[in-house]
């Protein structure tokens, strides 16, 4: 049984008297390790060692900071398939969605490292008579990272090396329910050779977080989860002058138009929905097919394809390195509010085409398990549509016209992403003009960027100015100082 430890201030230091907590493979419900739900106490010692840490990494050229990214980046990429495979052990997504989020962390890293050029100012010589102009970017201080349980390797990596290679030192909490895999990567960050109190590792629950979001010595926030908490976060750093970024819930319309190549868009919808169970920020969720042919022929053929998707125990040696399978939600609990908003539907009066309710996964019976799930009937305004279901669950609408399939996604709370399936360019231009979401697609049924990009939603999907990951976020991560400046002559 593997106990986690916290990492602070360059030493791996398990928190004495505090309460731990069972992480579970939600395939089988073993218990695969503990971790310790520490105190405010223990995020004092890591803002402390963080806070000691900063004068020094902030003078550091900026050349030298991106050396340890360089190396982690190598470590990253000799220990993919280890960090691959804590990923699926301890949430349940299948091995190839882990590979290809261990591909993005390091995609990211890999952007960081470009941060002599990010992190440049701007000059303006001549500003007036005899006096220039400049923009000095300057790292702040210490930054926290809160990030959700579905992608426990990927999401920090949308701001931690930016933060560092600006200058900064930093403090995450991972989730409690898939901290594995941000220990195996704490690992290869120790290896690296950051200086101690750069990067540091607490270990805890809501507490640990609140105690982030109250501490005096953290200068920023950056947070993924849901829109409630994203909210919360939101205001609660704004009261006390903290930046933040605020990432949240998501209900991504995907619009099948009447000249799309149904085939494959079938395909893109079945990966789209059900790769890593439903539970990512960028997996579609509503299907919107524009008009009664494009209904009944997607309707019938992606129940047929949904039929096929296969459910198993993604380590499975049997099935682990099929291209898409499907494995487990990540808890009892997650499971019994997805199963809970399948009857709400019914209630409602939705057509359940396909329940997964109730499937039988051979040799894992108790591991957290929900098939593939489809309703067809579904009108703006049910539960089942206005809520993140954040499971296997699609919904099926019908629009007459792109401009009410456009309707359809601006009237709702979230804005995250969204994707047309044409070939026609004047429909494809005016849905990525019109449709209120942050990431749009064309023909792609998960718009989420490459780390080069941003990465964040509209409305309720996200709560600050700065997205995540990309060139932007290190406006986030640094302050800019403008300095006025003249000099007279000699005599």
Same mark, same amino acid.
């Given at each position: 049984?593997?106990?986690?430890?916290?990492?602070?201030?360059?030493?791996?230091?398990?928190?004495?008297?505090?309460?731990?907590?069972?992480?579970?493979?939600?395939?089988?419900?073993?218990?695969?390790?503990?971790?310790?739900?520490?105190?405010?106490?223990?995020?004092?010692?890591?803002?402390?060692?963080?806070?000691?840490?900063?004068?020094?990494?902030?003078?550091?050229?900026?050349?030298?900071?991106?050396?340890?990214?360089?190396?982690?980046?190598?470590?990253?990429?000799?220990?993919?398939?280890?960090?691959?495979?804590?990923?699926?052990?301890?949430?349940?997504?299948?091995?190839?969605?882990?590979?290809?989020?261990?591909?993005?962390?390091?995609?990211?890293?890999?952007?960081?490292?470009?941060?002599?050029?990010?992190?440049?100012?701007?000059?303006? $010589?001549?500003?007036?008579?005899? %006096? #220039?102009?400049? &923009?000095?970017? *300057?790292?702040?201080?210490? !930054? /926290?990272?809160?990030?959700?349980?579905?992608?426990?390797?990927?999401?920090?990596?949308?701001?931690?090396?930016?933060?560092?290679?600006?200058?900064?030192?930093?403090?995450?909490?991972?989730?409690?329910?898939?901290?594995?895999?941000?220990?195996?990567?704490?690992?290869?960050?120790?290896?690296?050779?950051?200086?101690?109190?750069?990067?540091?590792?607490?270990?805890?629950?809501?507490?640990?977080?609140?105690?982030?979001?109250?501490?005096?010595?953290?200068?920023?926030?950056?947070?993924?989860?849901?829109?409630?908490?994203?909210?919360?976060?939101?205001?609660?750093?704004?009261?006390?002058?903290?930046?933040?970024?605020?990432?949240?819930?998501?209900?991504?319309?995907?619009? $099948?138009?009447?000249?799309?190549? %149904? #085939?494959?868009? &079938?395909?893109? *919808?079945?990966?789209?929905? !059900? /790769?890593?169970?439903?539970?990512?920020?960028?997996?579609?969720?509503?299907?919107?097919?524009?008009?009664?042919?494009?209904?009944?022929?997607?309707?019938?053929?992606?129940?047929?394809?949904?039929?096929?998707?296969?459910?198993?125990?993604?380590?499975?040696?049997?099935?682990?390195?099929?291209?898409?399978?499907?494995?487990?939600?990540?808890?009892?609990?997650?499971?019994?509010?997805?199963?809970?908003?399948?009857?709400?539907?019914?209630?409602?009066?939705?057509?359940?085409?396909?329940?997964?309710?109730?499937?039988?996964?051979?040799?894992?019976?108790?591991?957290?398990?929900?098939?593939?799930?489809?309703?067809?009937?579904?009108?703006?305004?049910?539960?089942?549509?206005?809520?993140?279901?954040?499971?296997?669950?699609?919904?099926?609408?019908?629009?007459?016209?792109?401009?009410?399939?456009?309707?359809?996604?601006?009237?709702?709370?979230?804005?995250?992403?969204?994707?047309?399936?044409?070939?026609?360019?004047?429909?494809?231009?005016?849905?990525?003009?019109?449709?209120?979401?942050?990431?749009?697609?064309?023909?792609?049924?998960?718009?989420?960027?490459?780390?080069?990009?941003?990465?964040?939603?509209?409305?309720?999907?996200?709560?600050?100015?700065?997205?995540?990951?990309?060139?932007?976020?290190?406006?986030?991560?640094?302050?800019?100082?403008?300095?006025?400046?003249?000099?007279?002559?000699?005599?």
């Amino acid at each position: 049984m593997q106990k986690l430890k916290n990492y602070i201030g360059g030493q791996w230091i398990e928190p004495t008297g505090c309460q731990w907590l069972d992480v579970e493979n939600p395939s089988t419900c073993e218990i695969v390790a503990q971790v310790p739900l520490s105190s405010a106490r223990e995020l004092d010692q890591a803002v402390e060692a963080a806070r000691q840490a900063f004068p020094g990494w902030a003078a550091t050229p900026a050349d030298r900071r991106v050396e340890p990214l360089f190396k982690l980046a190598h470590l990253m990429r000799e220990n993919m398939e280890k960090l691959s495979r804590t990923i699926t052990t301890e949430m349940g997504k299948s091995l190839p969605d882990a590979r290809a989020e261990m591909k993005r962390a390091l995609e990211n890293v890999e952007a960081a490292c470009g941060m002599p050029i990010l992190q440049q100012g701007d000059k303006l $010589v001549a500003a007036s008579g005899g %006096i #220039d102009g400049e &923009v000095l970017r *300057l790292p702040i201080g210490v !930054f /926290g990272m809160i990030p959700p349980f579905n992608f426990p390797a990927m999401v920090p990596f949308w701001f931690l090396p930016y933060a560092v290679a600006a200058g900064n030192t930093y403090v995450i909490k991972p989730s409690e329910q898939v901290p594995c895999s941000l220990q195996a990567i704490g690992e290869l960050v120790e290896r690296a050779g950051f200086p101690p109190g750069v990067i540091n590792i607490v270990n805890g629950d809501r507490n640990v977080a609140e105690a982030m979001l109250a501490h005096p010595d953290i200068a920023g926030i950056s947070f993924v989860g849901s829109s409630r908490v994203a909210r919360i976060v939101a205001e609660t750093c704004a009261r006390s002058g903290k930046r933040y970024q605020a990432l949240g819930g998501a209900k991504n319309h995907l619009v $099948v138009m009447p000249d799309a190549k %149904i #085939d494959e868009v &079938v395909r893109n *919808l079945v990966t789209s929905g !059900f /790769g890593c169970a439903g539970q990512r920020c960028m997996a579609s969720s509503a299907i919107v097919c524009v008009g009664d042919r494009v209904h009944d022929e997607i309707t019938a053929k992606f129940v047929a394809a949904s039929r096929e998707v296969i459910v198993a125990n993604p380590l499975d040696p049997e099935v682990a390195d099929e291209g898409m399978v499907m494995g487990p939600v990540i808890s009892k609990a997650a499971k019994e509010r997805i199963e809970g908003l399948i009857a709400t539907g019914i209630k409602e009066g939705a057509n359940l085409v396909l329940d997964g309710r109730g499937i039988r996964v051979p040799g894992n019976n108790r591991g957290y398990f929900i098939g593939p799930t489809v309703f067809t009937g579904v009108r703006p305004g049910m539960e089942i549509h206005a809520t993140e279901i954040f499971g296997p669950v699609q919904v099926i609408l019908k629009a007459d016209t792109l401009d009410q399939a456009i309707a359809i996604i601006n009237a709702h709370e979230y804005g995250n992403g969204a994707s047309i399936y044409t070939q026609n360019g004047y429909w494809a231009r005016k849905f990525k003009l019109e449709a209120e979401a942050g990431m749009i697609g064309i023909n792609v049924g998960i718009p989420a960027p490459v780390a080069y990009l941003p990465f964040g939603g509209m409305k309720a999907s996200m709560f600050g100015d700065i997205k995540g990951q990309g060139k932007s976020v290190a406006d986030f991560f640094t302050h800019p100082k403008v300095v006025t400046e003249r000099y007279w002559p000699e005599g």
